[in-house]
């Protein structure tokens, strides 16, 4: 996580909610990432951005790794 925020990662990915062991869609990255936009915007970062990069897939574990970046914009 790239956390450019004054906020602990631990609220930003509390917004996210996603927790390992889920099953990942385009639909729970896309709803996550606006969930994140809308909490930086109610704390007056209108133009915070979340975005969240998927790494490669580790077939033996089973697992794709993921990278949220979070940047706060301007307040």
Known sequence: MTN???YPDAQITA???MKAGT???NGRIQKG???IRKFLA???HLSGRAAVRRG???AAKNTVPLTLDVT???A
């Open 4 to 6: 450019n925020t004054e």
């Open 15 to 17: 917004q996210l909610k």
């Open 23 to 25: 099953a990942i869609t």
């Open 33 to 35: 990432t606006a969930r």
């Open 42 to 44: 109610k704390k007056g």
């Open 56 to 58: 490669e897939y580790d």
């Open 72 to 74: 706060k914009g301007r």
